[in-house]
Structure formats: structure tokens, C-alpha cells
């Protein structure tokens, strides 16, 4: 989404933003979390009543940060260190694995929907056979 | 034009349920009134269909892009069949292409299903207030006047939720400034989705004129 707006709130914080600001032209946006700050940091990304909230999981560098949580989320805590950084509406998957459309996993979407039109087509036909 | 989930607060999902029930239960109820309410079910089952399919077709219009939603077309076309017809739409589309949510499926199916019966009704007053015009070009003006207002009162009501729902956080200008551009791209979507409605009833009175009495 270009020029969409963009909230991040930090892990200590879900009630007042960290960061705000806007997306690029081809929708992206770039910040660096805090990493004196480990946890979820809250992405919500909002245009025209549209949008969605991204949690992206960041291990502390401080010794405290959670064993278990740096454990389950090594890929995408790698990630979003903060030598690297969030792009909120854009690919990697390993950041976006929490968030976005609630779909069947590894199916393509167009096999999806062929699979739903073909049965509403059915529902059709079957309905159509006439009483017998 | 979904509304997605975590959009509106928990009061504004809850009520959209409960409306979606009730609607729900009054077009089941005069469904059931037919003589025989399975008939138009193969037709039903073809315009969920087109309708689930639809959300996907995209069209341009500078600078932001509106996608189909043919719910007007749905009520011109099935009568009270539309509001389940949308119903069951939204909801393989919250589930399958990611538009709108399960939270708001109820708040989405009141926006859009509701202004489908309207445009039923409205195709409907071509039996009445529709005799002044000639009986050519009658069916053609009112299923035109029912898929253009059917999706526009829908449009109307999605700005009237979102422009209500600005989270605090959000810089409120932007967001309401982004909120009419979307809106006033449905305008050029209405005239669309309109002729196209006009053209389908008119293709469906000349081939098969009974599915249009419904």
C-alpha cells in the first residue's frame, strides 16, 4: 500500500506509538527497533479503513531477553535484528508468518479458488438436476 | 471495500451480526414463502460464485484501485437469494483470498447485503414507478438504477463506519483524506457495475426471461 500510514509500538509500550510514519511508493517501510527492547514490536500499517498489524518478534541483544521466545523465533528474530529491518506489507514470509490472509498453507491462491468456484458450480448442478 | 478485521471496535462486529442475523432470517423466511424455494438455488449458487470470484478483478482508478463487488448486480438478479448468496461470498472470501475478516464478516455482510435487497426492490419499481418510461428501455433503467446504487449505498456506508472508527494513533487528516479517495472511486465503479447489470438483464429477459420473475 503506498502512502499508508504506519504505527510501530514497542513491546512496553501498546498504547502510545514508538514510531510513526509513512510508506514509500512501492509501499514499504523501514524502521530499526530498539534492542535494549526484545518482544513482539507491534507494526499497524492503516490506509482509507484498510490494513493490518504485523507483530515482529525481536531478540534483545542483553542477556535478559527470553531463552523461548529467541528459541521459537530464531528465523524471524534474526531477521528483524536491527542491523536489518521491518518492511510491513512486503514479502518475507518469516516476518509476515504471524500475520496477513488466513490461507491454507503451500496451496497456490488460484487452486484455492478454482476448488470454491468449482464448488458453487457444483451446488448448481446439483440443484439443477430437477425433481425427480 | 472490506472492512478487515481489527478496523472496528467490538460493539460495531457485534452489531453487524446481530443485523446480519436478523436479515438473514427475513430473507430465509420469504425464500420459504415460494412455491418451491430450492428452484433458484443453481442461480444462487452461479452469482456466489461470480460474486466470490469478483473481489479479485481490480480496476484503476487514479491514484488508488477499487476492486468488483456486484452485490447490486446479486440483488437485482436473485431477489432475497442475495443475502445469503453474499453471505456465504464474504465469507469463502475472508477465508480463501484474505478480503475482509471472520470478525466483521457480519458487519461486511450488512454493508453490502442489505443495499442488494435494496436494489431488489428497486429493479422491482419498474412494475410501478417504472410505467411512465417505455417498456424498451424499462428493465434496462432500473437493473442499471439497482447495480449502481445497490453497490453505491454500500460504498455510503462503508465510508459512514471507517471514517467513525479513526484509531486515535493515526493521523486523522491523512487517513480521512484517504478514506474519501477511495470513496470517490466508487463513483466511476457505480456507472460499471450499473451497465453491467443492465446488460445482464437484458441478456437474461431476451434468452430466459422466467429468471428475472423471482
Redesign the interface.
Known amino acids: 500500500m503506498r502512502?499508508a500510514?504506519i504505527?510501530i509500538y514497542a513491546p512496553d509500550n501498546p498504547s502510545?506509538?514508538w514510531q510513526?510514519g509513512?510508506t514509500d511508493d512501492d509501499g514499504r517501510f523501514v524502521f530499526t527497533p530498539d534492542p535494549s527492547q526484545p518482544g513482539n514490536w507491534e507494526v499497524?500499517v492503516?490506509?482509507?479503513?484498510?490494513?493490518?498489524?504485523v507483530a515482529i518478534p525481536v531478540a534483545g541483544t542483553s542477556a535478559t531477553a527470553d531463552a523461548t521466545m529467541a528459541e521459537d523465533s530464531t528465523a524471524a528474530a534474526t531477521e528483524a535484528t536491527p542491523e536489518t529491518a521491518g518492511e510491513p506489507g512486503n514479502s518475507r514470509p518469516a516476518m509476515l508468518a504471524n500475520a496477513?490472509?488466513?490461507?491454507?498453507a503451500n496451496v497456490p491462491?488460484w487452486v484455492?479458488?478454482a476448488a470454491?468456484?468449482w464448488g458453487?458450480?457444483g451446488?448448481?448442478?446439483f440443484?439443477?438436476r430437477g425433481k425427480r | 471495500m472490506h472492512?478487515?478485521d481489527?478496523?472496528v471496535s467490538a460493539q460495531v462486529c457485534a452489531a453487524g451480526y446481530a443485523l446480519t442475523g436478523l436479515a438473514t432470517w427475513y430473507s430465509l423466511r420469504q425464500i420459504n414463502r415460494k412455491p418451491d424455494p430450492?428452484a433458484e438455488?443453481?442461480?444462487a449458487?452461479?452469482l456466489?460464485?461470480a460474486f466470490?470470484?469478483a473481489s479479485?478483478i481490480y480496476i484503476p482508478v487514479p491514484p488508488?484501485s477499487v476492486h468488483l463487488i456486484l452485490n447490486g448486480l446479486l440483488g437485482v438478479v436473485l431477489g432475497y437469494f442475495a443475502f445469503p448468496a453474499i453471505l456465504i461470498g464474504l465469507f469463502?472470501q475472508?477465508?480463501?483470498?484474505?478480503h475482509g475478516g471472520?470478525t466483521t464478516l457480519g458487519v461486511n455482510a450488512t454493508m453490502m447485503g442489505i443495499p442488494a435487497l435494496l436494489a431488489y426492490h428497486i429493479f422491482q419499481g419498474r412494475n410501478t414507478i417504472g410505467k411512465v418510461l417505455p417498456a424498451s428501455v424499462r428493465t434496462g433503467v432500473f437493473a442499471f438504477l439497482g447495480g449502481a446504487l445497490g453497490l453505491g449505498i454500500a460504498a455510503l456506508i462503508?465510508l459512514a463506519?471507517?471514517i467513525l472508527?479513526i484509531?486515535a494513533?493515526?493521523?486523522a487528516n491523512?487517513?480521512r483524506a484517504?478514506?474519501l479517495?477511495?470513496s470517490i472511486a466508487h463513483i466511476p465503479l457505480m456507472m460499471v457495475e450499473g451497465i453491467f447489470t443492465a446488460m445482464l438483464v437484458l441478456f437474461l429477459q431476451r434468452v430466459k426471461p422466467e429468471l428475472l420473475e423471482g
Open positions: 502512502a500510514q504505527n502510545e506509538p510513526t509513512v499497524m492503516r490506509q482509507a479503513g484498510h490494513g493490518d498489524v496477513g490472509a488466513p490461507r491454507a491462491l484455492s479458488m470454491m468456484v458453487f458450480v451446488t448448481a448442478l440443484f439443477a | 472492512i478487515p481489527g478496523i430450492t438455488i443453481p442461480k449458487s452461479l456466489t460464485a466470490f470470484v479479485s488508488t469463502f475472508a477465508l480463501v483470498i484474505g471472520l462503508f463506519l471507517v472508527n484509531p494513533d493515526v493521523d491523512a487517513e484517504a478514506i479517495t477511495l
